[in-house]
T-cell receptor, first 112, second 111 residues
Framework: EADIYQTPRYLVIGTGKKITLECSQTMGHDKMYWYQQDPGMELHLIHYSYGVNSTEKGDLSSESTVSRIRTEHFPLTLESARPSHTSQYLC???????????FGPGTRLTVL | QKEVEQNSGPLSVPEGAIASLNCTYSDRGSQSFFWYRQYSGKSPELIMFIYSNGDKEDGRFTAQLNKASQYVSLLIRDSQPSDSATYLCAVRLGGNTPLVFGKGTRLSVIA
């Protein structure tokens, strides 16, 4: 079982607020990923990281930022939340030595 | 053209039958292939992966890969109602590149 955690699990927030979604893993994985997924829809890659101080943009990165200061921690920040950000956000990680990618439980975000 | 294509379904099969889920990919250089299962409201969980042409079996699940046809499939034998979920096909070009996911196929196993 994967040890990857996301907080908060649910968040309801008003438009214009700055929010940070937390993701942590205790497996020492170097690669971490953020995905956005609307209900019943496909996964979209937002950002990813190959390791400490490495961040890369995915398909939907323009409205968010990430940082990777520690191996185990990969937070996602929305500077100004909008209703269009309402979605589920999934964090994932893998080690470079194997292909298995594990997902966290997700954060369901609602922006009013 | 989307890189990873799946029929969105729903695919309905009776309990005990074989469910066959299909996936095609566009990049011929793709090297590794994955099947994830996602229950409604939950995060994806890995079922199995395959690298080489042919079949790979794990319990009731068999992954099949045909690189020449750029085609991956997942067979679920003796389907159970608990198998009802969305099945995501994912492909990695190679090395450290991120997985590319299909939209998923919704499977419904009818008791």
């Amino acid at each position: 079982e994967a040890d990857i955690y996301q907080t908060p699990r649910y968040l309801v927030i008003g438009t214009g607020k700055k929010i940070t979604l937390e993701c942590s893993q205790t497996m020492g994985h170097d690669k971490m990923y953020w995905y956005q997924q609307d209900p019943g829809m496909e996964l979209h890659l937002i950002h990813y990281s190959y390791g400490v101080n490495s961040t890369e943009k995915g398909d939907l990165s323009s409205e968010s930022t990430v940082s990777r200061i520690r191996t185990e921690h990969f937070p996602l920040t929305l500077e100004s939340a909008r209703p269009s950000h309402t979605s589920q956000y999934l964090c994932a990680s893998k080690t470079g030595l194997a292909d298995t990618q594990y997902f966290g439980p997700g954060t369901r975000l609602t922006v009013l | 053209q989307k890189e990873v294509e799946q029929n969105s379904g729903p695919l309905s099969v009776p309990e005990g039958a074989i469910a066959s889920l299909n996936c095609t990919y566009s990049d011929r250089g793709s090297q590794s292939f994955f099947w994830y299962r996602q229950y409604s409201g939950k995060s994806p969980e890995l079922i199995m992966f395959i690298y080489s042409n042919g079949d790979k079996e794990d319990g009731r699940f068999t992954a099949q890969l045909n690189k020449a046809s750029q085609y991956v499939s997942l067979l679920i034998r003796d389907s159970q109602p608990s198998d009802s979920a969305t099945y995501l096909c994912a492909v990695r070009l190679g090395g450290n590149t991120p997985l590319v996911f299909g939209k998923g196929t919704r499977l419904s196993v009818i008791a």
